[in-house]
């Protein structure tokens, strides 16, 4: 059981991994595409600070990032950067949605950013649980000497034994 779990846990990753990549790489291309000039111009319009810096760092974000998390490569890291990314994007352009609801007063939609919540939480998802063992990071893992994990085994033994 705890093998197919392992499995469903790794498989999963991967799933997320690979949206997140290719979301990541679409937004990417389409701001590139856009021109950068027309990024930085959309940012400054909600008095962003820094709107150049933002509009690069959001752009190669998503484009590298995009490429990194579907090969695996770096992914806590990643995942550290979309999350920060869209903390950022709620905070500085979308702010004027306040308060955080998303249907107006008579029930209909009012749109927010509930993408941005959910794009952020799945990389907090990376940052915290990593790539999974389809990854390149696994290649790069150290992996615990064969004593420290008949030790573990064995703490983990007598405790169950005690209880």
């Not at 590139?32 to 933002?54: C, H, M, S």
């Not at 959001?58 to 903390?87: P, S, Y």
């Not at 905070?91 to 927010?112: C, E, F, I, M």
């Not at 000497?145 to 005690?162: G, K, L, V």
Request: proline share 2%; hydrophobic share 50%.
């Amino acid at each position: 059981m705890a093998g197919f779990l392992s499995f469903l846990k790794s498989f999963g990753l991967l799933i997320a991994r690979l949206g997140l990549g290719g979301i990541l790489l679409l937004h990417g291309w389409i701001r590139w595409n856009g021109g950068v000039q027309k990024q930085i111009d959309y940012l400054t319009q909600f008095r962003t600070p820094y709107a150049e810096v933002a509009a690069w760092g959001a752009i190669i974000i998503e484009l590298v990032g995009g490429v990194l998390l579907i090969v695996g490569a770096l992914t806590r890291l990643v995942g550290l950067g979309v999350l920060i990314e869209q903390i950022l994007i709620i905070a500085y352009t979308n702010w004027y949605k306040w308060p955080p609801t998303l249907l107006n007063a008579d029930g209909t939609y009012r749109g927010g950013y509930e993408y941005n919540v959910a794009i952020g939480l799945l990389g907090l998802l990376l940052f915290v649980m990593g790539g999974g063992a389809v990854s390149i990071d696994r290649l790069f893992r150290r992996n615990k000497p064969i004593d420290d994990e008949e030790d573990a085994y064995a703490d983990h033994s007598a405790a169950a034994s005690t209880t």
